[in-house]
């Protein structure tokens, strides 16, 4: 299968509650690559790469997050394949 890149922007109470560490390990367990980091709006930004199948497991996912997390929204938008190497937890 093709892969997909899609870019995700998840707000709610989503820093402060592990979803970065969260969706690393998501991610990994997936066999993903990409980024994920808090933006200053208190949003995080995920960029996931891979598997159609897989990156929509990743989706799903990451519509609930960690225990700890509280998700008010949540918006993808596809983009041109990138040069991911693995997944990456940005600062």
């Known amino acids: ?6 870019q995700l922007t998840i707000r709610g109470k989503v820093q402060g509650v592990f979803f970065r560490k969260s ?3 998501e991610a990994l367990r997936l066999g993903l690559s990409g980024t994920v980091g808090n933006l200053s709006d ?3 930004q995920v960029h996931v790469q891979g598997d159609v199948v897989q990156v929509e497991k990743l989706l799903q996912w990451c519509r609930t997050g960690p225990p700890r997390a509280v998700v008010s929204s949540f918006e993808t ?3 041109p ?6 997944f990456t937890v940005l600062r």
Do not use: C, D, R, W
């Open 1 to 6: 299968m093709e892969p997909m890149h899609l």
């Open 42 to 44: 208190g949003s995080v």
């Open 77 to 79: 938008k596809g983009l």
């Open 23 to 25: 969706t690393h390990e």
């Open 81 to 86: 394949i990138a040069n991911f190497s693995g």
